[in-house]
């Protein structure tokens, strides 16, 4: 049986995605697999994410070669090691209200002939990709964001390395700080999630860190850096989630609007603390926003081994039928679960388990 499956990232992209493209394929062309799965299959790599999709006239060659690539282990051999997404990525939204493109989506499918979808994304695309396996289409999810913040996984593509430049960006920041007795406010991603911020903290040691399941007070934060001086630190690092909010205030975005899911543009916070504690205190203070530096980059190793089993199992669910859910990892060992339970909520940072709302930092002690 000939199987045509279409795989494409969509939403923010991170390392690990061309990983997980290039095991997914080298499982699909596996000579030793096809005799026990009677199954010989043809991926088309979809360029720029929905978008892809949505603007392709499969009728038309010019614009098949434009938004297709016919994906075999020669032309993805290399991919593992690269960050980013070979097949690009876009935010839209294909059903958004205002122009709704999800019957285009299943048409153009059909009209691909295809017989499965693999969609790399996060909360918003495999959002997407639920809506479309309402609409017939057969899809597959891999979980893919730097925020970690899907749930019914225990890793998302991407969320490794980015905490892997978090943490070796606070190293260089630390010679700079220190050399000056500075304070600096370190801004990381991560939406509406702790997750790189908490765990970028404990990796680097911060003095003080800010995540947006808990609104900090500036004041506090000003007295933890006072004490940190009095104590006789050099310096400190303040990490900050782009989605930390300053109690009994409004959020704080530096740029105005809302992408295709309606999420505001996050970013800026880092600015008002170091300027809320350059105003109030004698302190010396730089600010320094990763923003998409923490996107970038090569895949660490366990990003590539993580993309690697996600990819595999891809098309494992693809031979077994197991369509509408998404790959998972739980508990170090590879599953999958349905969209619509891992669509249910967010995975954020439980406060009372893991976060000190007094010291302003993990709560790391058991005792
Ligand atoms: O969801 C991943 C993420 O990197 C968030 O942490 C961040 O808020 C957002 O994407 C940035 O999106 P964009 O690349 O569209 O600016």
Redesign the pocket.
């Known amino acids: 049986m000939k199987v045509k499956v279409g795989v494409l990232s969509a939403?923010?992209d991170c390392a690990g995605i061309n990983s997980t493209i290039h095991w997914l394929v080298y499982s699909a062309f596996d000579r030793d697999l096809i005799p026990r799965r009677g199954m010989m299959f043809e991926i088309l790599g979809i360029q720029d994410g929905w978008r892809g999709l949505m603007e392709i006239k499969p009728e038309k060659k010019e614009s098949r070669n434009k938004w297709i690539m016919p994906l075999k282990p020669e032309i993805v051999r290399t991919w593992d090691r690269y960050g980013g997404t070979r097949l690009g990525t876009t935010?839209i939204n294909p059903f958004d209200p205002k122009k709704d493109k999800g019957q285009v989506i299943v048409d153009n499918y059909k009209k691909l002939g295809l017989d499965a979808l693999v969609v790399i994304g996060?909360f918003d695309s495999l959002g997407v990709a639920y809506k479309l396996y309402q609409k017939g289409l057969k899809v597959v999810g891999i979980p893919k964001?730097?925020?970690r913040d899907l749930s019914e996984t225990d890793y998302t593509l991407g969320f490794d390395s980015a905490l892997n430049v978090i943490t070796s960006d606070i190293d260089r920041l630390r010679t700079t700080a220190g050399s000056h007795r500075r304070v600096f406010v370190v801004e990381c991603?991560?939406?509406r999630a702790g997750w790189l911020a908490l765990e970028g903290g404990e990796a680097s040691g911060a003095a003080v860190v800010l995540i947006p399941e808990h609104d900090f007070v500036i004041e506090r934060v000003i007295e933890l850096l006072k004490k940190r001086k009095k104590e006789g630190e050099r310096y400190c690092i303040v990490l900050v989630s782009?989605g930390a909010k300053p109690k009994g205030m409004p959020s704080i975005y530096e740029r105005r609007g809302r992408?295709g899911f309606g999420h505001y543009?996050?970013g800026g916070v880092g600015g008002f603390i170091a300027e809320e504690i350059q105003k109030q205190t004698t302190l010396e203070v730089r600010y320094v926003a990763l923003r998409?530096l923490?996107?970038g980059g090569t895949p660490t190793a366990h990003d590539r081994r993580m993309g690697r089993k996600f990819g595999i199992a891809a098309i494992d669910m693809i031979v077994s039928e197991d369509f509408g859910r998404m790959v998972s990892l739980r508990h170090g060992e590879i599953t999958s679960v349905p969209l619509k339970k891992a669509l249910e909520r967010l995975n954020l940072v439980d406060v009372e388990k893991l976060y000190n709302t007094m010291a302003y930092k993990s709560l790391d002690q058991i005792l």
């Open positions: 939403g923010g935010r996060g964001t730097i925020d991603m991560g939406r782009e992408d543009y996050l998409h923490q996107r």
